[in-house]
């Protein structure tokens, strides 16, 4: 059975770096996005991502990934518009704090 799964890459304090979701064709942990070095965040970091916690420093990043109640990505996509939303905002404001 299909299921979303939204894979995040955290900090020890659980500060979560990046975020993406997918969609798995038996519900089960995809390994290829969530591998490192080899998965999805390997190449985001490829991208520009930063390989390092920008609220405590941290160089200890681990993928947790865990599924939606969601069977497809576009019953999800309110729902991850929402979360993305969410986070812009967050990164506004820590952003702006910074001066």
Known sequence: MSKV???QLLCPQRHCIVATAYQSPDGEVV????DVPQGKFA???ELGVNPWCGICSS???QPE???TPYAT???AAPFLRHL???QAATRAFFR???G
């Not at 390994?31 to 969530?34: D, F, G, N, W």
């Open 43 to 45: 190449h985001m970091v």
């Open 5 to 7: 799964r939204i894979v």
């Open 31 to 34: 390994p290829e996005i969530t």
């Open 59 to 61: 160089r200890d990043l």
């Open 84 to 86: 993305a939303d969410a």
């Open 96 to 98: 702006a704090s910074k």
């Open 65 to 67: 990934d865990r599924p």
């Open 73 to 75: 990505l576009a019953e």
